[in-house]
């Protein structure tokens, strides 16, 4: 598989007063074009900082973060923020949709702020949304519109999406709905996966499992096979 992301020696520090806090301290890891990759740790672990800090939201303190062989740290901010509009998708444990905008209307925001464009049609099919494409987003179940948020990000063709608890405010069912929906998306687009999670089960759709502490990474672990999100124990 080829290269997609490399992060080299990786450190985040936040400083509270004289107190600093190392929220990332020294990572090393690379991400395969194509894989599903799970973070997963406790909280305050550095798992939403490691995710700001390679997609470019929020400023590494050192390190390198390579796409493809270029560091982003070393782009102006301009060129940063449209590396990461052309490039990179993004979903929340918060759905953050129109909210006065049908699905359809949603989805085709997000393919406006892209070059590439997927379908937008196939992207709601593939969502299982076909029959909701004229509802207002506000008369959506939670599992709904966060599979809309998901047909919205990827209607600009990432190369990555990056998604922190995206299952985070959702129950069993409706959580494996939408894992489902991304681990779809995977397949079909190609696009590259990471995902955040404080559930140990959701780990198991990975191709490889990051786990943090304390700002470090502790293990990498490859999964001998994706199970199905819906075989996953929910714990
Ligand atoms: N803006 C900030 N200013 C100061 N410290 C911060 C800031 N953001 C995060 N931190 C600190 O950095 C560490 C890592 O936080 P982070 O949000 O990355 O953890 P997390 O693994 O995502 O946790 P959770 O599972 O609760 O979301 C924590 O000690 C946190 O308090
Ligand atoms: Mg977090």
Same mark, same amino acid.
């Given at each position: ?6 992060i ?20 090393d890891f690379t ?83 892209? #070059? ?5 049609? !196939? $992207?709601?099919? %593939?969502?299982?949304?076909? /029959?909701?494409? &004229?509802?207002?987003? =506000? ?40 894992? #489902? ?5 995977? !397949? $079909?687009?190609? %696009?590259?996966?990471?995902? /955040?999670?404080? &559930?140990?089960?959701? =780990? ?16 990498i ?15």
């Amino acid at each position: 598989m080829e290269k997609l992301i490399e992060i080299k020696n990786l450190v985040k520090t936040y400083h509270l007063g004289n107190i600093p806090t190392h929220a990332l301290d020294h990572v090393d890891f690379t991400i395969y074009q194509g894989e599903i990759v799970v973070i997963l740790g406790p909280s305050g672990s550095g798992k939403t900082t490691l995710l700001n800090c390679m997609s470019g939201l929020d400023q590494a303190t050192s390190g390198e973060i390579l796409y493809e062989g270029t560091d982003i740290l070393k782009l102006s901010d301009h060129r940063k923020t449209k590396f990461r509009k052309d490039n990179l998708g993004f979903i929340f444990q918060t759905y953050n949709l129109l909210e006065h905008l049908n699905v359809y209307e949603n989805v085709l925001v997000g393919a406006k702020l892209g #070059k590439n464009k997927n379908k937008i049609d !196939e $992207l709601i099919d %593939t969502m299982g949304l076909t /029959i909701h494409k &004229n509802k207002n987003v =506000a008369e959506l179940s939670g599992g709904e519109q966060q599979r809309v948020s998901i047909a919205r990000a990827l209607a600009k063709n990432p190369k990555v999406m990056f998604c922190d608890e995206p299952t985070g405010a959702l129950d069993e069912k409706t959580g494996k709905v939408v894992l #489902k929906a991304l681990v779809e998306a995977n !397949e $079909l687009l190609n %696009t590259t996966m990471i995902i /955040i999670t404080h &559930n140990p089960g959701i =780990a198991l759709i990975g191709d490889r499992v990051i786990r943090m502490n304390s700002g470090k990474i502790v293990e990498i672990h490859k999964n001998e096979k994706r199970i199905d999100p819906k075989d996953i124990p929910w714990g």
